[in-house]
């Protein structure tokens, strides 16, 4: 992921003279996942681990776009992923080592949006289609189980512009992101070896965008 954002922030460093501006970032976000957190730590009672799955309550990861801006308002268009892991360890019986398992959570997300904004001060609103993705590895074997739900959100952010030099600008977007539907929890239930229907949850997070704008801001 480093590389990725190690990219991206080589190309804002030529300013495009023009109207398009390209953006790249990083995101970090907090949820609620009491469903979630409740499936681990029936999970973790089962296991005689040395260190147990913790909660998940935030993750943190990339976003880039194309903005069209045209005088106070902004058309864009945004690719956003967000990840975080979850990993125990156990001895391995017979040996001094130790072994992993892990469950990693993504959410990536395209989305339309549009933005009004001043020479610092600005709002705007996105419309997301989002991939959840789950990744269940455990074991000395590492099987490995997947699943993915697909739904629409809506984010809300505020954004603080601060002019910078050679044509880039910082903006510090704090948003508020909700989904349309629920995670389903089975999936991971399953994956799990736990009993009954846990149900489903919805995922809104809290969280903080920092981005780079490259280009004349007209």
Known sequence: MWYLL????????????????LKTGYNLSFLSTPGVNDVISSYNASQSYTKSFSKLTWMHGIE????????AGALEA????????????????????????RIKFGIHSG????????????????????????????GLTEDTHKDIQNMLALKFYLMATLTGN????????????????EYNLNPLNTFLNQ?????????????????FYNGEKR
């Open 166 to 181: 050679k044509g880039v600008d910082i903006a510090i977007q704090p948003y508020w992101l909700m989904p349309f539907d």
């Open 195 to 211: 009993d009954g229907d846990p149900g489903s949850e919805k995922w809104t997070r809290f969280g903080l965008t920092i981005l």
């Open 78 to 101: 945004t690719y956003q992923a967000s990840f975080q892991q979850l990993r125990a360890e156990d001895d391995i019986p017979g040996t001094k080592e130790v072994y992993s398992d």
């Open 111 to 138: 989305a339309l949006g549009y933005q009004i904004s001043g020479q610092v001060i600005g709002f705007g609103t996105d419309l997301q289609y989002q991939w959840y993705r789950t990744k269940v590895i455990y």
């Open 64 to 71: 880039a776009g194309l903005r069209y801006k045209f005088g």
């Open 6 to 21: 190690a990219a991206f922030f080589g190309c804002i460093c030529i300013p495009v003279n023009a109207q398009f501006n």
